[in-house]
């Protein structure tokens, strides 16, 4: 399996753009979580889905950030308009629900805002 | 509100050594508890997931604890090698899918 994969890698852009990231999760995995990590606060979950639909998005920082999962192999998070401190590495990750719930993480991307 | 604790933030060692991480969390009614990897600018490895029913967990010259009534975790490393050099997680699960993670242990191991 070739893993969760995350793409962009790396985002820099300027303050007022819009940022989409992508998620694909590891196929047969029916939950996906988006993560934010920063040095100041390590990591912290910000949405998370079952079967495609959102069900806790209460670490989404504020409206600027918005979240979709249109299927079960594909997620976005959209930051718009992006703020510099937006910068930090975004990770994906997915899990079965069906099994021990084991978590498993993308390589991330690193977003700079300007 | 959950809070995960590790102790200490960072560990230098000498090649060769076994060594224990720490992790301590405040709620003991957790489902699962994870062990994870995560080197400079790449993303996390799972290393070793104990269920709630479980004491420990052992993978080669990794073995993870679990004491949910005292609200520890520990991580003992084996014979450390220069490439366990890393940060290492330790994430309990609030339920039986959100994860709350700890600030991690940065980890050197010295030649």
């Known amino acids: 399996d070739a893993g969760v994969i995350q793409s962009p890698r790396h985002e820099v852009t300027e303050m007022g753009q819009e940022v989409t990231l992508r998620c694909k999760p590891i196929?047969?995995?029916?939950?996906l979580f988006w993560y934010r990590q920063t040095m100041m606060r390590g990591l912290e979950l910000l949405i998370y889905f079952n079967n495609n639909v959102p069900i806790d998005d209460s670490g989404m920082p504020e409206d600027r950030f918005s979240a979709k999962m249109p299927n079960a192999s594909f997620s976005t998070l959209k930051i718009q308009p992006s703020e510099p401190r937006d910068s930090a590495v975004y990770f994906c990750?997915?899990?079965?629900?069906?099994?021990?719930?084991?978590?498993?993480f993308g390589e991330g991307s690193r977003l700079t805002v300007l | 509100k959950q809070e995960v604790t590790q102790i200490p933030a960072a560990l230098s060692v000498p090649e060769g050594e076994n060594l224990v991480l720490n992790c301590s969390f405040t709620d003991s009614a957790i489902y699962n508890l994870q062990w994870f990897r995560q080197d400079p600018g790449k993303g996390l490895t799972s290393l070793l997931l104990?269920?709630?029913?479980?004491r420990e967990q052992t993978s080669g010259r990794l073995n993870a604890s679990l004491d949910k009534s005292s609200g520890r975790s520990t991580l003992y490393i084996a014979a450390s090698q220069p490439g366990d050099s890393a940060t290492y997680l330790c994430?309990?699960?609030?339920?039986?899918?959100?994860?709350?993670f700890g600030q991690g242990t940065r980890l050197t191991i010295n030649p």
């Open positions: 196929s047969g995995h029916n939950s």
């Open positions: 104990i269920q709630s029913s479980q």
């Open positions: 990750a997915s899990s079965s629900s069906g099994t021990t719930g084991e978590l498993f």
């Open positions: 994430a309990v699960y609030q339920g039986a899918q959100k994860l709350v």
